[in-house]
Structures are given as C-alpha cells and as structure tokens.
C-alpha cells in the first residue's frame, strides 16, 4: 500500500489541510473557524503503520463530533466518550472508506 500524501482532505463540508510533522509521532486537528484553515496533523517520525493508525484515529474524531456521538467526558479534562449505535457506526465505516480512498494509492476503477 503506497500513501498519497495529500496536502488537503475533504470531510463532510470541511476542508482540512494536511501537516505531515517528521518531528512528531502523535496526531491532532482543528477545525477552519473563522480566518484559520483547518489542518490536520499528522507525526511521521515512526512506522507506516503506526502513522496509518494516527490518521484513523484523528479522521475517527473528526467524524465521530459530526455525528454528534463525541462527548465532553465529565469526569476527566481532554478525554472524550464516543457514544454510538450500529446505524453510527454503519454511517461511520462508509465515511472512513471514502476518506481513507484520497489518502491511499487506489488503483482506478
């Protein structure tokens, strides 16, 4: 599997530019507000696969608040509770599929 590095990705109505930080092996995003583009970042300073599992976990995020089942957990600061059914989690796989296809080389159809 080859990635493609894309400099933006496209989710939901979002436009979120791609930082690929080879000083880092964490992930984090933002979304646009107001003047500032959203990004998301993601840490190459480790393996494929361990950079792979920082961009699921931060779009699984992203997609996650859209849907509304990403709550502030109460009992903790900066910690979430991801709250969700299988029609969720149905809507989720076909969002990640589609995301996960601008950042994965494909052959065309």
Known sequence: ?????????IIGSSVFEMRYDKKSSSGEFAYPYKKKKGFIRIGTQCSKLRMLDIFIHEVKE????????????????NNYRFVYEHKEHAD??????????QFVACEEE
């Open 1 to 9: 599997m080859k990635y493609k590095y894309p400099k933006k990705l």
């Open 62 to 77: 992203i997609i996650n608040y859209e849907q509304g089942v990403r709550l502030d957990d109460p009992t903790a600061s």
């Open 92 to 101: 989720f796989c076909s969002r990640l599929a589609g995301i996960l296809y």
